[in-house]
């Protein structure tokens, strides 16, 4: 199905550009460390930058976290509820809790993001309101994924994947 691989694909993508920004950062934050104990010398950016790369990375990680049910959860739900027509129900119950709650996170992101458009961070130069549109970005993707999830067009095979 189309929907199926359009989700799964938006899920291993947001995965990949977290992973190259964790990447990314390591390199960046090495470089930093090597420069201020080495040389003495520390670049303008050497946090704002990270920083940047490490909100970014987090919410986009949390897309493939949604895709894969690997968020921390208390596991209490397959201990309680028998497997069956019940725990399906409460698990549904929780899709669209989670959808509502993503929903309003992600508007209250934009709103944010748009307050702070036009404040430059001083050492990089970029708008702030870019560093604070990764939450209502991560929150569409993960509104889409739990959608799939809540009707059913991700597949339990996400969890290995």
């Not at 190259?20 to 040389?39: C, D, E, K």
């Not at 970014?56 to 596991?75: D, E, I, N, P």
């Not at 397959?78 to 929780?94: E, F, H, M, W, Y």
């Amino acid at each position: 199905m189309v929907i199926r691989r359009l989700i799964a694909g938006l899920s291993h993508a947001c995965l990949y550009l977290a992973a190259l920004g964790a990447a990314l950062m390591a390199v960046l934050i090495s470089y930093v460390v090597v420069l201020r104990f080495g040389w003495h010398q520390t670049p303008h950016w050497a946090e704002e930058l990270p920083r940047f790369i490490l909100v970014w990375s987090a919410f986009l990680g949390g897309v493939a976290c949604t895709y894969r049910r690997s968020h921390l959860t208390a596991g209490l739900l397959s201990t309680i509820l028998p497997d069956g027509p019940l725990q399906n129900a409460v698990r549904k119950v929780g899709d669209v809790a989670m959808i509502f709650g993503l929903a309003v996170l992600g508007y209250a992101g934009w709103e944010l993001s748009e307050l702070t458009m036009g404040q430059p961070l001083p050492a990089i130069g970029v708008d702030a309101g870019y560093v604070y549109l990764a939450l209502p970005v991560a929150c569409a993707a993960m509104v889409i994924v739990q959608l799939g999830q809540l009707f059913g067009l991700v597949s339990d095979e996400a969890k290995e994947s």
